[in-house]
C-alpha cells in the first residue's frame, strides 16, 4: 500500500513520512570493500560515502546483470575505487562482484571489513567469503516490510537463533548472525 501510494506521486506533491527506519551499515575506516548487486547497490552509497570520509580505502563491486542495467557509477566512482561488473561481460569485469573481490585478495589487498546489498545468492557467497577470512561483514537483508515499526512481523527473519525484525532491527546486520 505504502509503494503503491508512493508510485502515484506527482512532481510537487506533498509526503509525510517517517525516517530514517530501521539501522543502517556502520562507518568503517581502514580497508573497507562495499560489495553490492542489482538495485542492491543503492543502499550502500551512502555506507561507501560515510567510510571514504572517515579516512578508510574503499573499494567498491558492484554487479549487474548486463550494461544496460547499471546505475549510479559516476557517484560510486567518487565514493572508492570502483569495479563495475557484468553477468555478461557488456561492461567492466565478466563475472560477479565477489569474483572481482577474490581476485584483489589474491593479489594482496584484504579489505578490514565488508559491506553488502543485493540478491540472497550474492550475500550467501559474501557471508562465506567473509567468514573465511575472518573478515567483519555486513548484510543489508531485503524483506517485504509492511509497517515499517516492527509491529506487523511481516518482515522478521531468524537471527542467532531467535527472531528479530528487518525493519526495526535491522535492515543491517553482521552476517554471523543471519542467514540470507
Known amino acids: 500500500a505504502g509503494t503503491e501510494a508512493l508510485s502515484g506521486l506527482r ?29 542492491g547497490v543503492a543502499p550502500l552509497l551512502s555506507a561507501a560515502r560515510a567510510c571514504k570520509a572517515a579516512g578508510a580505502e574503499v573499494r567498491i563491486y558492484n554487479g549487474f546483470a548486463t550494461a544496460e542495467r547499471i546505475m549510479l557509477t559516476g557517484l560510486f566512482a567518487e565514493a572508492g575505487k570502483l569495479t563495475v561488473c557484468t553477468d555478461d561481460g557488456s561492461t567492466g569485469f565478466r563475472g560477479f562482484p565477489t569474483a572481482a573481490l577474490e581476485a584483489d ?17 550474492l550475500m550467501r557467497v559474501v557471508k562465506k567469503l567473509g567468514e ?49
Not at 21 to 27: A, D, E, R
Open 105 to 121: 585478495i589474491a593479489a594482496g589487498w584484504t579489505p578490514d571489513v565488508i559491506l553488502c546489498c543485493g540478491p540472497s545468492p
Open 11 to 39: 512532481y510537487g506533491d506533498g509526503a509525510r513520512v517517517t525516517l530514517p527506519l530501521g539501522n543502517g551499515f556502520p562507518t568503517f575506516s581502514g580497508k573497507v570493500a562495499v560489495v553490492g548487486g542489482g538495485f
Open 132 to 180: 573465511e577470512r575472518g573478515v567483519a561483514t555486513y548484510l543489508s537483508l531485503e524483506q517485504r516490510m509492511g509497517c515499517g515499526i516492527g509491529a506487523c512481523l511481516t518482515c522478521t527473519c531468524k537471527v542467532a537463533g531467535h527472531n528479530k525484525r528487518v525493519c526495526k532491527d535491522g535492515p543491517v546486520f553482521i552476517s554471523t548472525e543471519v542467514q540470507p
